[in-house]
Structure formats: structure tokens, C-alpha cells
């Protein structure tokens, strides 16, 4: 068991990142783990940044992620990955979804979306994975899936053992879902090997 | 007994059920709603949403006067409302057990101010409890609910954000049914006329008494022994942090906060060589500790201002050389970082509010706003609304303008919500007629509770257990209070909304102005895409100014999200062009 895993679950609100929590959560719960768990409800919730802090470990006390001490981020999308950087610890692990949605000052043209952000966080971070997520839940047959590809590819790299994550996510989507969110789950966990 | 992550609000909810709560009341307010929503899910309770927290708290006195157990939920700012029967109940006293949640909000995440409900425990002279995890939330309603019943007091269950709404394991139970204790007539206890008050001040005073001795005891107060160098008085959240920062501490961590258990802070005290109090907001426990002489340091290292977190805490703590100064190790330079542009909270792709600020805005009104997702109006560039207080402050507000600058209030507009305007704008609009004054009055009735995620009211013809009810009929309730001129108006039609705003404003006497539409949440319509023309569009830019998420100008074209836009149709109004083509609202236009 790990002695402590800090993760922060960023995007945009409406993207599947409070159920992409869950199934990380239900995960590491049948796997024993104390969890913390945090996100910010209100006014962020439409259109918003979003941001979850998952902690796992032997006993966890703070239910918030700390800067500059994550381990990995798992990044719904271009900019939010960018956003929480910072977050990130010397040698974490960045998994980046290359999906890009503006936002309102960018459709207003009040502001400018940076350019090449995967080039610049792989630039600073050896362990990224960018992934084209959206893509990959199409060909499943749901572009909404996007966000379990990224479930997947972050439980390629955890210790947990993929038949927990598997009945996680039967806990967590609807039956009719389940048949295109398995196959999400298994392109982003093959993402890695390819 | 089952292991379940449970938020705060969800484990008070629990604890409530578990531990025999009959009656539950409030009103939404983040981060305090999921309380009463979650409560109102278990089978045999009663719980209601109340017009305002001052209503809700006088309904669980009148439960607990009646020997239920009953529980009262609001945010931090509804204590103010609730303050006055709260001051009083502290005299009264209960029968059965009644706790208040009052849900603090440090760094202001939703919140117009930052106040810290351990103050009006004080004030109130009545116990407050404060929770540090999901399982503490939940115990605390059953330790707050004793208490209450055993010294015959209110009792304040104070959270905050970060415990509402963080999520962590919770010992799920049975419900334990508390019979009703009887009621017997008893006016020097529960008729507060002075006479009797002042019997009551002294019985208060017995029972603060009484609660100190009990503090020393308390088991939510407790000793986490360490090596006794430095040692930590903390409560609430800020526990969390220490524990992590400070694994060696010796910490003192506080459940009941007031009254303080003066013997056992002083043997603490005496058993270290550093003394620290690590609390969020005020220094509400570090007052405490110098009155008592006992040297300590709390707000001269930790901020008094805004939310907590572990990373602030370690760089005050190594700024007070308490913890060794951070090495680099070797984190990647991102001083050249491009700026990250804000996603600021906006009004949804067809919200029926956004053509009336776009229309306030273009009007050069002065627009007292309140308490609600139109609040998001005062923001560029809609740019539409000049103030924010409180809940009904606006009518009050734009009432006073008119009094003392006639000019400025011709040109003045109050905007309130429906949910708002039942909550505290009733008595503010009576006042404006009471004294002739002749304020404009915005109603945006979207037939919900929109802000904290579509909770009912008296207007909506719902109750929160999901029955049917009377729903007030808001026209005629205005004209009941004395106002002459009533009109409603659909805000999605820019010019009966010009019109509406221009004949109140000329109205002799006051004015209100219902814009009625339900809230585009409310019932999902499909996505239905108003058109472009791009021959006819010049990329001027005019649409953007309504700040609708669907609308984008890309190479000097507007370009519509198909599917963002509901086609409500107020980009098509304001096109001075005719480059955007009215969508057919199948819903609205049958």
C-alpha cells in the first residue's frame, strides 16, 4: 500500500471530473485506503474551472492537495492543466487531455489562450502523457467517456489492481453506460503501452 | 455498522436522522444546502425550506418547545438574520434538543463577507461545536443534541467550507427514535416578558456556568500528546492542517469551542515550551488565552483573513522559523508561464436574466442589485448592476437613493430574485410604499432558488419533501402590499422589456416589474442553435456583449456553439444587422 498519493482532478465544469473522483475514490476504498476528498461547489460550477483533490494513504489529515506536492494531475483539459501546475511536486506526473474548450474572455476576445501548452508543460514535466481523449471515447461511442479514457490511463499507473477499478466503475455509471465506459476505461489504459 | 465517504453536510444530515431529529429547517445558502436536502431524503422527518433563517429557526423552537428534537441549517450570513430569536432562545431554553448549523465560509467562496459564527455563540451565550471531518460532523449532531437537552440551551454547530464539503469516511448507524419529552405550561421559562427575562438572564448564566465545568471533561476536547516542545491549541479544519505539518506537536484540539475549558488550556499550556493557536478567521480562542495571561501566539503568525490551507500554514510556520525554510528540490522553472486566462463564473447560454442587465447596462441605470446568480450581471461586460449587500438590501437600498437624490432616483432600479424577494424583500417593498417612496422594482421571478442548485420557495408551488403547495401569486401579493403599477414581462423580449423599464421609471409612485421566465436549468431544453448569416455579419462584436458562452467572433464572423445555444433568441435582438437568425423555440413559442 502506498504510503500517501496526492492527486488533482482539474477541467471544466460539465466535463466529468466529480465522476472520474468517484470512480478513483471507490477504487481505492475497496483497495483499503483512507481517502480525502475536496471540491469547491458554487459558482464555479457552470462553465468554471474545476478542481478535486483526491488523497490516498494509510491515514490521510488535510482533505486538500498541496501545492507544489501533487503527484499527479490529471487534466481535463489544455489551459486547466496549465492553471494548476504549479501544483505539481519536482519528478510528478502530469496525464493531459489535449481537448480545449475557450473561455468566455477568449470567446470575447478579452484574452489570448496560450499557445502549445502540451509542449510546454512536457518541456518542464519528463512524465507527461498528453492524450487525445475526446477522440478516443468517440471511437467507443461517446465523446461524454472522454473522461473515464483518463480514469484509465491514470490506473495504469497506480497499484491498484484493475479489477477494482472495473467494479468501480459499475458502481459509479449507469448500466446502459457501462459497455462504452469499460471500452473507455481500456483505451486509456492501453494508452501507456502504445 | 457501513463505512461511506460522506461529505460534511451529508454526515450532519445523517447524524440528524441517526440520532432522532424530527424536524429539520433553513434556507439555502452554500455552503451550508445539502444539508436539509440530504436530511429531507430519510423517511420519517419533517423538513422544510422556510422563507428566510429567521423563520426557520423560530419553526425549530416551536419543535423543540414541543419536545421534538429539531435542527435548523443556514450560512454563516443567515445567522444574522436568525440572530433575533437566537439571542432570546439562549434565555428560553428548549424542551427537546435543537442544534443551529451555521456554515462558515473563510475565503469567502461564495459569500459577500467573512464573519465567524464563534462570535455569536458568544454573544448568544450558547454552546458551539466545531467539527473537523465527515465522522466528527456526525457524532457532533448527537453530542450537540445532549447538550442541549442536558443544560436546556440552543446549540451552535459551526463548519466551514472545507469540512461541508470535503468528503471522508463516516460510521454509518441506525436511527435511534427519541421520544417526544412532554411539554408542561411553564411561562417563566418560555414567556419572555421582562419580569421573566430577567429570571432567565440568571438561569443563563447558571447553565454557562454549569457548561464550563462540563468543557474540562468534554470528550471533544482533547490532548494529542507529542514531545512538548511546541504545542498547538487548534479546532475545527485548522486540526487537519497542523497534524500534517506538525507531527511531533503536542496538540489540544478543541470540539467545544465556547465555553472554553479554562483548567485544562492552563495544565496544557504549562506541559509545553512553545505555545501556538492555530485557528481560522478570528482569534476568537487566542483572545481567550491572553485574558487568561497565558503567552501564546496565534494571528502574529497566521493570516485572520481568508481560507486555510497546509501550503500557507508551512510558510507561516517557516517564516516563524517553527519549520526549516523550503529547498528548491529542483522543481521546474516556470517563471515564463503564459498567463492563464481566467474562467470566470458566468449567466448560462439562455438565462433569462442576461437580456435585463444587457438592457440596465445599455440604459445607464443605476442598479441596486442582491443576493443571487444574477448577481454574475454586475460582471463586464454585461456590466449591469452597482451594488451587493445583502439579501433585500436592494429595494431598501434604491428606497434611500430616492429619498435623499430625487434626480438619481428616477434613474435607479432595485433587481431582487423570486426566491430573494421572499426571503427579506417583502418588507423592504412595504416600506417604499408606507413612505411614499417611488422606487423601481426588478422581480426576476425564474420560478426557483437558481444559486445554490434549484431549491423551492412560497412562489414555486413546491415543498422541499416534494409536495404540491400553493404557489403565491406574486402579482397579486404586490398589489396587496400597496403598490399601483404591476406589470410582467418576458425578459427574453428586449423591447416590452425597454418599454416595461421605461414606463415604471415614469410612474408616479412605485413601480414593480416582474420578468418572469423560468431559469433555463429548470427545464432542459435541446439544444436549438439561432443561425448566421455570415454575408450580413461585420464582426462587430455587438452580440458579445451580452456575455452568452454560445457567442464567439472568430475571423470577423460571429459563431454560434450548437450546442450551447437553446435559441433564446437575444443575440437575434440585439444584431444590428440582421446576421443572426431567430431559432424556433418549439417549447416557448407553442
Known amino acids: 500500500m502506498l504510503e500517501k498519493l496526492d492527486i488533482l482532478l482539474v477541467g471544466v465544469g460539465g466535463q466529468g471530473t466529480i465522476l472520474a473522483s468517484k470512480i478513483l475514490v471507490n477504487a481505492a476504498a475497496a483497495a483499503g485506503y483512507d481517502i480525502k476528498m475536496s471540491e469547491i461547489h458554487g459558482m464555479a460550477q457552470r462553465g468554471g474551472s474545476v478542481v478535486t483533490h483526491v488523497r490516498l494513504g494509510s491515514a490521510v489529515s488535510s482533505p486538500m492537495v498541496e501545492e507544489g506536492r501533487t503527484d499527479i494531475i490529471l487534466a481535463f483539459e489544455q489551459l486547466e492543466g496549465l492553471r494548476w501546475l504549479n501544483y505539481l511536486k519536482p519528478g510528478g506526473s502530469m496525464i493531459l487531455s489535449s481537448q480545449v474548450i475557450y473561455p468566455v474572455p477568449v470567446l470575447a476576445g478579452l484574452a489570448a489562450y496560450p499557445e502549445n501548452i502540451p509542449g510546454y508543460i512536457a518541456a518542464r514535466v519528463p512524465d507527461t502523457l498528453v492524450i487525445d481523449a475526446l477522440q478516443a471515447a468517440l471511437q467507443c461511442g461517446n465523446a461524454k467517456a472522454a473522461n473515464v479514457v483518463l480514469v484509465g490511463a491514470l490506473a495504469a499507473r497506480l497499484p491498484l489492481e484493475r479489477a477494482l477499478w472495473e467494479q468501480a466503475l459499475k458502481e459509479t455509471v449507469p448500466p446502459r453506460l457501462l459497455e462504452v465506459n469499460l471500452a473507455a476505461f481500456a483505451a486509456g489504459y492501453e494508452y501507456r503501452k502504445s | ?590
Not at chain 2, 472545507?162 to 469516511?169: K, M, T
Not at chain 2, 465555553?259 to 481560522?280: C, H, N, S, T
Not at chain 2, 435585463?356 to 461586460?381: A, E, Q, S
Not at chain 2, 406589470?487 to 410612474?507: G, I, N, S, Y
Open chain 2, 1 to 590: 455498522m457501513t463505512r461511506k465517504m460522506m461529505t460534511g453536510n451529508e454526515a450532519i444530515a445523517r447524524g440528524a436522522y441517526e440520532y432522532g431529529v424530527r424536524l429539520g429547517a433553513g434556507y439555502p445558502g452554500t455552503p451550508s444546502t445539502e444539508i436539509l436536502e440530504n436530511f429531507a431524503r430519510y423517511p420519517g422527518i419533517y423538513a422544510e425550506w422556510a422563507p428566510n433563517e429567521k423563520v426557520a429557526l423560530e419553526v425549530a423552537i416551536g419543535a423543540a418547545m414541543a419536545g421534538a428534537r429539531a435542527l435548523v441549517t443556514m450560512k454563516h450570513v443567515g445567522v444574522n438574520v436568525a440572530a433575533d430569536p437566537l439571542l432570546t432562545l439562549a434565555y428560553t431554553g428548549v424542551n427537546g434538543g435543537l442544534v443551529l448549523v451555521a456554515a462558515d465560509d473563510p475565503g469567502m467562496h461564495s459569500s459577500q463577507n467573512e464573519q465567524d459564527t464563534r462570535h455569536y455563540a458568544r454573544l448568544a451565550k450558547v454552546p458551539v461545536l466545531e467539527p473537523s471531518d465527515s465522522q466528527e460532523a456526525k457524532d457532533m449532531v448527537g453530542l450537540a443534541l445532549e447538550i442541549s437537552e442536558r443544560f436546556d440551551i440552543p446549540v451552535i454547530l459551526r463548519t466551514t467550507t472545507r469540512v461541508a464539503h470535503s468528503q471522508s469516511f463516516v460510521q454509518v448507524g441506525q436511527r435511534q427514535e427519541v421520544p417526544l419529552r412532554p411539554y408542561q405550561k411553564d411561562v417563566q421559562k418560555w414567556l419572555m416578558v421582562p419580569a421573566f427575562g430577567r429570571l432567565r438572564r440568571q438561569a443563563l448564566e447558571q447553565r454557562l456556568s454549569a457548561l464550563r465545568e462540563y468543557a474540562e471533561s468534554a470528550p471533544v476536547n482533547k490532548i494529542f500528546p507529542g514531545e512538548g516542545k511546541i504545542g498547538v491549541i487548534t479546532s475545527g479544519i485548522s486540526f487537519q492542517y497542523v497534524r500534517e505539518l506538525l507531527p511531533g506537536a503536542s496538540i489540544l484540539k478543541l470540539g467545544l469551542t465556547y465555553p472554553l475549558p479554562e483548567q485544562l488550556i492552563k495544565k496544557f499550556a504549562a506541559g509545553v515550551d512553545r505555545l501556538l493557536v492555530v485557528e481560522e478567521q478570528e482569534p476568537f480562542l487566542e483572545d481567550h488565552l491572553k485574558q487568561w495571561g497565558i503567552p501564546c501566539a496565534g494571528k502574529a503568525i497566521f493570516p485572520a483573513m481568508g481560507e486555510f490551507s497546509t501550503a500557507l500554514l508551512r510558510r507561516c510556520l517557516q517564516q516563524a522559523g517553527i519549520l526549516p525554510a523550503a529547498a528548491a528540490e529542483g522543481a521546474p522553472d516556470l517563471s515564463d508561464m503564459p498567463a492563464a486566462p481566467v474562467r470566470p463564473p458566468v449567466l448560462c447560454a439562455g438565462c433569462p436574466h442576461r437580456g435585463v442587465f444587457y438592457l440596465l447596462n445599455k440604459m445607464k441605470l443605476l442598479v441596486t442589485g442582491d443576493i443571487g446568480c444574477y448577481t454574475l450581471g454586475g460582471l463586464p461586460p454585461l456590466s449591469g448592476i452597482d451594488s451587493c449587500v445583502c439579501m433585500g438590501a436592494s429595494i431598501g437600498m434604491a428606497h434611500g437613493i430616492g429619498q435623499v437624490a430625487p434626480e438619481l432616483g428616477r434613474r435607479t432600479v432595485a433587481v431582487i430574485g423570486d426566491s430573494t424577494f421572499m426571503h427579506s424583500g417583502l418588507t423592504g417593498l412595504l416600506n417604499v410604499v408606507y413612505n411614499r417612496g417611488s422606487s423601481v422594482v426588478l422581480i426576476l421571478d425564474n420560478s426557483t432558488t437558481a444559486m445554490t442548485g434549484h431549491q423551492d420557495h412560497p412562489a414555486t408551488g413546491r415543498t422541499l419533501l416534494g409536495q404540491e403547495a400553493p404557489a403565491v401569486d406574486m402579482v397579486a401579493l404586490v398589489r396587496a402590499l400597496g403598490v399601483p403599477h404591476v406589470v410582467t414581462v418576458d425578459p427574453l423580449d428586449l423591447k416590452a422589456m425597454q418599454q416595461a423599464l421605461e414606463e415604471a421609471l415614469a410612474a408616479d409612485g412605485p413601480a414593480v416589474i416582474i420578468a418572469r421566465r423560468p431559469c433555463v436549468l429548470l427545464r432542459k431544453l435541446p439544444p436549438n442553435p439561432v443561425a448566421v448569416d455570415e454575408d450580413k455579419c461585420t464582426g462587430c462584436k455587438t452580440c458579445l456583449k451580452l456575455s452568452c458562452p454560445a457567442l464567439s467572433v472568430v475571423d470577423k464572423k460571429c459563431r454560434v456553439d450548437s450546442i450551447a445555444c437553446v435559441g433564446c433568441n437575444l443575440c437575434v435582438q440585439v444584431c444590428k444587422f440582421a446576421a443572426l437568425q431567430a431559432a424556433q423555440r418549439g417549447e416557448t413559442n407553442a
